[in-house]
């Protein structure tokens, strides 16, 4: 999808791949074995990803609300966005990013990271309107607090450094 495009939802298994550049949306896709989305400039809303797939978000790509289910992947480099909610559930894994607060369309999306019992999330970077909350059972490692919230349940593991400035709960 490119500049001022929009894709609806699309199911993409088995070594599929759809990239998504500046100025283009997609909305609903689900990414399962081996299907890979990567979002370079432009924005993926509501996207499942399942055993097997990837989410790849780079140079100012949006991720809003994301659901990573067991076995799928949600890699992020220096610049992706992460918005919405985002949620990493048992037995999947996350790394990268900023978790921060995203407008779209007139509206404003909260980042909010949810790193269920299982889950994984790695090198996250929270910044002002961004929230990472760690349930019971749930990992997360080197954690950058700039402005914004990390909070952890009890049972929750951390590790590695949380530096900047932000507020831990």
Excluded: C, H, P, W
């Excluded at 100025?23 to 499942?48: C, E, K, L």
């Excluded at 999330?121 to 607090?145: D, E, H, K, M, R």
């Amino acid at each position: 999808a490119g500049s001022g495009g929009t894709f609806s939802g699309m199911n993409t298994n088995t070594r599929g791949y759809q990239e998504v550049f500046e100025g283009g949306t997609v909305v609903g896709a689900i990414f399962s074995a081996y299907g890979n989305q990567t979002v370079t400039g432009g924005m993926a809303r509501d996207t499942t990803v399942t055993s097997g797939g990837i989410q790849a978000i780079t140079s100012s790509g949006v991720s809003l609300n994301a659901t990573i289910m067991s076995g799928g992947t949600q890699s992020a480099t220096e610049g992706g966005i992460l918005a919405g909610t985002q949620t990493i559930e048992a037995g999947a894994s996350a790394s990268g990013g900023t978790l921060k607060e995203f407008s779209v369309e007139g509206k404003t999306f909260k980042g909010v990271q949810n790193v269920n019992s299982g889950g994984t999330a790695n090198n996250i970077t929270v910044t002002g309107g961004g929230t990472q909350f760690v349930l019971n059972g749930g990992t997360a490692n080197g954690v950058t607090l700039d402005g914004g919230t990390l909070s952890m349940a009890g049972g929750a593991i951390a590790s590695g450094t949380v530096g900047g400035q932000g507020r831990g709960v």
